[in-house]
């Protein structure tokens, strides 16, 4: 059974510049999270979407908006791209959205800002 | 507010050996769960194991057991028979049921197996 799949692997990409970090989820799984970790620190939450539908938004500027597709695979868009963006970002999923679910993490996209 | 603390920025620990990871959480909601992660260091978050806050017995999968002291407010994971391919980047992490559902997540311990 595949795992969470992320795309790119790694960017690298200018200030200024806006990106586009791709996610598929577990197949049957219908929530998908993001998550950016800086090095040397654990992840740090961004969205949440479920069915569809934003559930949740963590402590980030408006530049970084998602979205979630039918198939339930996702995006999530950074414009205005800065030096402290560069990190790790994850996509988890999880069957549903809820406090028991376990979410899976997939390998995780690096972007580099230069 | 939710927050996850882990005292133990980096453990070495002879190979076969038992390790214990240190997690501290405080949290007000009345039920959350508990989670332990394994990064290695090409990235990917593997979930370990899970304990439900109302979960009567600890969590345990494999060599992983999770030590819930629901009172003191902690979830240290244990480790049997360390293995080299344990090495890796642990954290621990919580979810409550709080609008968006987010999982928290500590700052991590380095685990160091030696041969």
């Known amino acids: 059974d595949a795992g969470v799949t992320q795309s790119p692997t790694h960017l690298i990409k200018t200030r200024g510049q806006h990106v586009t970090l791709r996610c598929s989820p577990i197949s049957g799984h219908k929530s998908v999270s993001w998550y950016q970790q800086v090095l040397g620190q654990g992840p740090q939450f961004i969205f949440q979407y479920y069915e569809k539908e934003e559930r949740g938004r963590g402590n980030f500027p408006d530049r970084f908006s998602a979205r979630q597709f039918p198939n339930y695979s996702s995006e999530l868009n950074v414009n205005a791209l800065l030096l402290g963006d560069s990190a790790l970002y994850l996509c988890a999923s999880s069957f549903e959205a809820g406090d028991q679910e376990t979410q899976y993490f997939g390998p995780g996209t690096r972007l580099l800002v230069l | 507010a939710q927050k996850i603390t882990q005292t133990q920025p980096g453990m070495f620990v002879q190979e076969k050996e038992a390790v214990t990871l240190d997690c501290t959480y405080d949290?007000?909601?009345?039920?959350?769960?508990l989670f332990w992660y394994k990064q290695p260091s090409s990235g990917e978050m593997i979930f370990l194991i899970y304990q439900g806050s109302y979960d009567q017995q600890n969590a345990t999968e494999g060599r992983y057991s999770l030590n819930f002291q629901k009172a003191r407010k902690s979830a240290n994971l244990v480790i049997s028979a360390s293995q080299l391919g344990d090495s890796a980047m642990y954290f621990c992490?919580?979810?409550?049921?709080?609008?968006?559902?987010?999982?928290?997540f500590g700052k991590g311990t380095r685990l160091h197996i030696l041969p």
């Open positions: 992490a919580m979810i409550g049921r709080n609008r968006d559902d987010k999982i928290i």
């Open positions: 949290t007000s909601d009345p039920s959350y769960g």
